[in-house]
Each structure stands twice: as structure tokens, then as C-alpha cells.
């Protein structure tokens, strides 16, 4: 990006923005080249003034959450990234019928903080949400899920802002989710969902959100530079256990290590690069392929210049 464009994008924004942002510090998993301008809009009107920015000029946009399902090449992202996780943090009660209370969730909200959020208020469908490090918007983005749950259990609606910047709401039954994945049309944002929930007993809901906490210390590396789930589960065996079966846990390239832990996680031993851990992706696919006959495919999202 040159020079008075990045000065033309900063006198436009209400909200921080860091050029050459390097994208290792952004994400979870810690690799990954510099982005041209990583970009925090304060409010809606400031995405839109971002969106219309680059629309006009025709440099490309990407949304990142909390970047912990994500995994950017070495060369970095030209053009902008988007992050809501600075603007869009409100989390609130907007209604309740019967013992169903539902919850309006801005897409940078924590999960953590949205767990807590229900937790304190003794609401119930968001336990097994416990501990995934990213945001309402990203999860939504993904359908995260864990321990049987999914996000679109407790979704009513979510409210995205597109390409031109006018903004729609989607009910329940028009948003098309599937494992991992909701279809929004390109460039689309996630602004909010509307979350339904349920009212419970609190120290129940307390021991779910704490028992799924327990079994995640034990059965994932939650403390190491990862991006979650690399591949997606195939029908039948998951892939951590394909993964284990062949004798790969431990492997590594470089500083990209096959965690000890959980077989489905990559982990950073410091300083790995992007090209080593999608190395190590390759040869983890190549042999699941060659051993079992099953074509793994990634859960994580590959982007930037490799
Ligand atoms: C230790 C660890 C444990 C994890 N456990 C789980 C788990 O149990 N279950 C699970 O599902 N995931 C898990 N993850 C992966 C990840 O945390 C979740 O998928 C999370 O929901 C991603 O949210 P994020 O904000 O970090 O999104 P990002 O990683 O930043 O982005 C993910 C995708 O969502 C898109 N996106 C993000 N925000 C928006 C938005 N506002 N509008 C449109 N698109 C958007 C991005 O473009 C990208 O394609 C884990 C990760 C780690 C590091």
C-alpha cells in the first residue's frame, strides 16, 4: 500500500490503525509476514467508511476475529485486514420469554467473556464454548462447536454488514450452516448474533462450564502458540485419532511440532515459520492419505502470500 493511501485510510478512521502489522502477533498459532494495515473501525459507520475506502480503490479486505483458527504465509496480507474486536464488544440482555433469554452479542466479543456473561446470569447453552480462545463473530463465521454443541444451536439471527455496506439481518431459518462453516456472501461482515439461551440452576451451569474446561486442559496443548483444529474430522474416525494411530504426534518441521497432547494441533515451538507448519499439514495429509485411504481437509483458514 503506498505511502497517501495509508494517509488517505488514516485521516478516514475513527478507530487504531497499524500499518505493516506483523500478522504473528495477531493470531494465535504466532506465524506469518506483516499485513499492509490492520484496521480496528470503532463503529459500524467506520466499516463502512473502510469498506467503501477499498472498494473504491480495489485493494482487497480480509475479517479477522481473534485470528485463532487462522494461519497467514510468510509473506503477509496485502491490502486491509478488518478486526472488530476493539468497536464491537457489547454483550446484552435484549429479551426474555418464559425461561428463554436472549442475548445480543457484538461480534468482538470474547467468547470467554460471553461464557462469563451467562455464567454470572445462571443462563445455560453456552457451556461447551468454555475456553475456545476466539470471538462471537468468528465463531459464528465457523460454526465453532465442542462437546456436541455448535454455534448454531443458540442462534436466532445474526446481522451482517455486506461488501456495500448495508447491513441485513438473517433469521434462523435463511443462514445456512454446516460443520464448520456458515455461508455469507463474499466480503460480508458479521456485526452481531442474537444468541438464545436458557434460564438454570446456576451451580449447574457452573459444573458443565467447568467440567468442559477440565477436559480441555487434559486433552489439548491450550497453553502453546496453536490455531485449534487443523483438519476437519472425516466421517467416521476423528482426525486427531487418525492422526495419532500412524505414529505422528511429535513430529515436527522445523519449529512446527504435531502436539504430544491432542494429534489435531500444531504447535509453535517459537519462531516457526508459516512454511513449516503447512509443511507439516502436507505430510500429515500425504500420510493419512497413503496409510488410510482418507483425504484430510484443513479447518483452519490458509491466508495471505505464501
Ligand atoms: C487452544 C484452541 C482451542 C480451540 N478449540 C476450538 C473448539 O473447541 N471448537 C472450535 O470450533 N474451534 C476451536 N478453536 C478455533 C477457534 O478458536 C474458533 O474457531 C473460533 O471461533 C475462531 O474465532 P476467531 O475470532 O479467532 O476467528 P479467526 O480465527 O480470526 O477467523 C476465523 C474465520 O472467521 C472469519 N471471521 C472472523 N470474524 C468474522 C466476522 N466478524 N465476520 C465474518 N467472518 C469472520 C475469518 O475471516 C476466518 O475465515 C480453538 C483454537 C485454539 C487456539
Known amino acids: 500500500m503506498k505511502g497517501n493511501t495509508k494517509g488517505e485510510l488514516k485521516s478516514l478512521v475513527k478507530g487504531k490503525i497499524v500499518f505493516d502489522a506483523?500478522?504473528?502477533?495477531?493470531?494465535?498459532?504466532?506465524?506469518?509476514?506483516?499485513?499492509?494495515?490492520?484496521?480496528?473501525?470503532?463503529?459500524?459507520?467506520?466499516?463502512?467508511?473502510i469498506l467503501q475506502?477499498?472498494?473504491?480503490?480495489?485493494?482487497?479486505?480480509?475479517?479477522?476475529?481473534?485470528?485463532?483458527?487462522?494461519?497467514?504465509?510468510?509473506?503477509?496480507l496485502r491490502g486491509i485486514v478488518i478486526s472488530l474486536c476493539r468497536g464491537f464488544r457489547r454483550v446484552r440482555i435484549i429479551g426474555q420469554k418464559d425461561e428463554e433469554v436472549l442475548i445480543d452479542a457484538e461480534a468482538g466479543v470474547n467468547l470467554k467473556h460471553l461464557v462469563r456473561f451467562t455464567r454470572e446470569r445462571a443462563l445455560t447453552g453456552l457451556e461447551a464454548f468454555t475456553g475456545i480462545p476466539g470471538?462471537?463473530?468468528?465463531?459464528?463465521?465457523?460454526?465453532?462447536?465442542?462437546?456436541?454443541?455448535?454455534?448454531?444451536?443458540?442462534?436466532?439471527?445474526v446481522a451482517v454488514m455486506e461488501g456495500t455496506g448495508s447491513v441485513v439481518v438473517k433469521g434462523r431459518k435463511e443462514l445456512r450452516f454446516s460443520y464448520r462453516n456458515l455461508v455469507l456472501s463474499k466480503g460480508a461482515i458479521i456485526l452481531r448474533g442474537i444468541l438464545a439461551v436458557r434460564?438454570?440452576?446456576?451451580?449447574?451451569?457452573?459444573a458443565k462450564a467447568e467440567g468442559f474446561q477440565r477436559l480441555r486442559v487434559q486433552s489439548q496443548p491450550w497453553n502453546m502458540p496453536t490455531a485449534g483444529s487443523i483438519f476437519k474430522n472425516p466421517e467416521g474416525t476423528p482426525a486427531g485419532q487418525l492422526i495419532d494411530e500412524l505414529g505422528l504426534k511429535g513430529h515436527r518441521i522445523g519449529n512446527a511440532r504435531v502436539s504430544e497432547k491432542h494429534g489435531n494441533f500444531?504447535?509453535?515451538?517459537?519462531?516457526?515459520?508459516?512454511?513449516?507448519?503447512?509443511?507439516?499439514?502436507?505430510?500429515?495429509?500425504?500420510?493419512?492419505?497413503?496409510?488410510?485411504?482418507?483425504?484430510?481437509?484443513p479447518e483452519v483458514h490458509i491466508i495471505g502470500e505464501g
Open 135 to 157: 470471538t462471537v463473530g468468528g465463531a459464528l463465521a465457523i460454526n465453532a462447536g465442542a462437546f456436541g454443541s455448535e454455534m448454531r444451536d443458540v442462534v436466532k439471527s
Open 53 to 76: 475506502f477499498a472498494q473504491e480503490r480495489a485493494i482487497p479486505y480480509y475479517i479477522l476475529g481473534n485470528g485463532t483458527n487462522v494461519v497467514v504465509r510468510d509473506r503477509g
Open 22 to 49: 506483523p500478522m504473528a502477533k495477531y493470531t494465535s498459532l504466532g506465524v506469518g509476514g506483516r499485513a499492509d494495515a490492520l484496521v480496528f473501525p470503532q463503529d459500524e459507520d467506520d466499516l463502512r467508511v
Open 266 to 297: 500444531i504447535v509453535n515451538e517459537g519462531d516457526a515459520t508459516a512454511a513449516e507448519v503447512l509443511a507439516l499439514m502436507a505430510f500429515i495429509r500425504d500420510e493419512v492419505y497413503e496409510k488410510r485411504g482418507i483425504r484430510l481437509t
Open 199 to 206: 434460564e438454570a440452576k446456576g451451580e449447574k451451569v457452573t
